[in-house]
């Protein structure tokens, strides 16, 4: 059997735990060996090849949930590509790049993803699994994956008949890094002297004279996409393309990503927004493994039978079972809750704050609903929801109801040091069992909040606003940094909060398909942003999907093994046929 052990030197306290209890209590260590011993760090190290295969002492005793050690599929033959360090995470196997195909990746946080495009990339260096062997050169790399497609790409790497652009994920590095005016950093990376065209193909042309720190995260998406895209390069490789990005948006970078691959280039794409691979893949590569531990790459398949086997947690042809359950999307009616209580009402409304200008219409919300909103960023979401809660008052009419509200809001950043233990006490005393639990957090306590990834921050932020006792509460784009099942199991704890405590959730999101999982009714906000925001609803599902679906026209059918919506392929057969009835949505 082989096995893996793991340190996250994040978690790793040994002050917190009383002074190494994994050393001290080993019983390895105590027959004379180092099983595990301190680091140069001054955190434990695992010497795995002295720890005993059975031994998960250490892993139990742990306060901290700091050690891994786990079991290796049986069938895993292929040798390792990289190892961060002696107790650190591994990859296995790396995605191939095909020529004329975009190429998806789909698994969970922390299980590699970006690690193997990085590679692929050629910013990260493989070293096999050694970390303390020399960086591997392409010759080991061609050896290695010989009789594969790998083998195929890394000669043509070699034979410098690749050149590869990179969109990282983490964009909110940029500005940090890069000064000055959007237009002049791409000028600096404008190879194909096609400045102009990709600017306006990106909608980025009004912004091209703005400082980089100036601009939205939205923005900011779009033009560390055309600065990949400026480059003269054969394989460009996405990392997260549709963060920040409103549904319109992200349809529109779908299709220019698809554009791109052609008889010479080919496109690789890392995306957790379900509706959004499907439309972008050609070929879909699952990862699996164990989170933060170690990472295999399966074999391509076409999008929808690879996007069907993750949710089904099942590859069959290497007969691997990566979760113990499938995802189904249940055909179900949506919820009228019209019977219950109106826990918030209001007139027709208008709203101006400096340039922008907001017209309200007419309506009201009732308790245990969750009202789904949907419209680009900077629309007046925020605004309408503190003119509900009398914060803001509005120009002309005002709401029959005062409500008090609860608020996650879209950009999650925290300088704060404070533990989450100590941010989180109200939520740890009265929700463990309906929100920490599920959102799983404890093993986040002790993490002051200045270290936690994007992800960690916005379980430990949606739990804040879910645990404060408010009439509404509104989250604003929680899917963000989510992996597709944590956005399924945040779907969940929603939906259970406002049932038990009869208050009503205002999802903004942009993904639809989480969305359209979540919502039993939908507000829709129309308009040109900064500028002008109408808002209308809310609306029964059909109504405000049909709505918003026919404005970027096209039209959405359940598949029939997983219930999950798909894009119709525009001018097939059904998009025709939903088209001429008016039935854009498939409810
Ligand atoms: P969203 O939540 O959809 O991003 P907001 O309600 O925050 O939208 O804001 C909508 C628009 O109103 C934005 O363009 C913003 O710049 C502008 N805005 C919001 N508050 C003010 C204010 N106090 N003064 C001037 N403009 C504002
Ligand atoms: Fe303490 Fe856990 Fe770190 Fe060991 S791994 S030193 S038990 S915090």
Redesign the pocket.
């Given at each position: 059997m082989k096995r893996i052990a793991v340190i996250d030197k994040e978690r790793c306290n040994p002050i917190g735990c009383g002074g190494y209890l994994c050393i001290k209590r080993c019983p390895v260590n105590r027959m004379g060996k180092e099983a595990i011993v301190i680091g140069p760090d001054k955190k434990a190290l695992i010497n795995e090849e002295v720890a005993t295969d059975a031994c998960q002492v250490c892993v139990n005793i742990c306060p901290y949930n700091a050690i891994h050690m786990v079991k290796l599929p049986d069938e895993l033959t292929t040798r390792p590509i990289h190892r961060y360090g002696k107790d650190q995470f591994m990859l296995y196997s790396l995605p191939t790049p095909l020529t004329g195909k975009v190429v998806g990746i789909l698994g969970v946080n922390g299980i590699g993803k970006s690690t193997a495009i990085k590679v692929l990339a050629g910013v990260l260096h493989p070293n096999l699994g050694n970390p303390d062997a020399p960086q591997a050169d392409i010759a080991q790399l061609i050896r290695l994956f010989k009789g594969t497609e790998a083998q195929a790409f890394f000669e043509k790497l070699r034979d410098r008949e690749i050149t590869v652009s990179y969109k990282p994920q983490d964009i909110e590095k940029i500005p940090k890094a890069a000064k000055g005016k959007v237009k002049d950093l791409l000028k600096k990376v404008d190879q194909k002297k096609q400045l102009g065209q990709v600017a306006a193909q990106l909608e980025i042309t009004p912004i091209l004279d703005n400082n980089i720190n100036e601009i939205s995260g939205g923005e900011l998406q779009r033009v560390a996409i055309a600065a990949t895209v400026l480059k003269d390069a054969n394989l460009f490789i996405f990392d997260e393309p549709s963060s920040y990005l409103d549904i319109k948006q992200r349809l529109r970078i779908a299709q220019f990503i698809k554009s791109l691959a052609n008889e010479s280039t080919s496109v690789v794409v890392i995306e957790h927004d379900l509706i959004v691979i499907d439309y972008l893949a050609d070929q879909l590569n699952i990862m699996y493994g164990k989170e933060k531990v170690y990472g295999i790459v399966a074999q391509p398949k076409p999008a929808k039978a690879g996007i069907n086997a993750y949710l089904e947690g099942f590859i069959r042809e290497d007969n691997v079972r990566f979760r113990d359950h499938k995802i189904k999307f249940e055909i179900r009616a949506h919820e009228k809750k019209s019977g219950k209580s109106v826990i918030a009402q209001w007139p027709a409304m208008e709203k101006k704050?400096?340039?922008?200008h907001?017209s309200v219409s007419e309506g009201s919300i009732h308790r245990q609903e969750i009202i789904g909103i949907i419209?680009?960023?900077?629309?007046?979401?925020?605004?309408?929801v503190?003119l509900l809660a009398g914060v803001e008052k509005p120009d002309t009419g005002s709401p029959e109801t005062k409500v008090t509200v609860s608020y996650k809001p879209?950009t999650l950043e925290s300088a704060s040091e404070k533990p989450v233990l100590e941010v989180l006490q109200e939520a740890i005393q009265k929700h463990m069992s309906d929100i920490i639990t599920p959102l799983n957090i404890q093993d986040l306590f002790a993490k002051p909040l200045n270290t936690l990834s994007g992800g960690e921050l916005q379980r430990v932020a949606i739990a804040q606003a879910l645990s404060r006792k408010a009439d509404l509460i509104l989250l604003?784009e929680p899917s963000a940094y989510l992996d597709v099942e944590q956005r399924l199991i945040v779907s969940k704890v929603i939906k259970s909060i406002a049932e038990t405590r009869g208050c009503a959730i205002l999802v903004?999101d942009h993904d639809l398909l989480f969305i359209d999982y979540l919502s039993d009714r939908l507000i829709v906000?129309e308009g040109a942003?900064?500028?002008e925001?109408i808002e209308s609803g809310p609306y029964a599902m059909e109504e405000g999907m049909n709505k918003l679906l026919r404005e970027v026209n096209i039209t959405l059918r359940r598949e029939e093994h997983s219930g999950r919506p798909r894009i119709n392929k525009p001018g097939s057969v059904l998009d025709r046929e939903q088209q001429a009835q008016g039935k854009m949505y498939y409810s």
């Open positions: 704050l400096g340039k922008f907001l419209g680009p960023n900077g629309i007046g979401k925020t605004t309408f503190r879209q604003d903004v906000f942003p900064a500028r925001g």
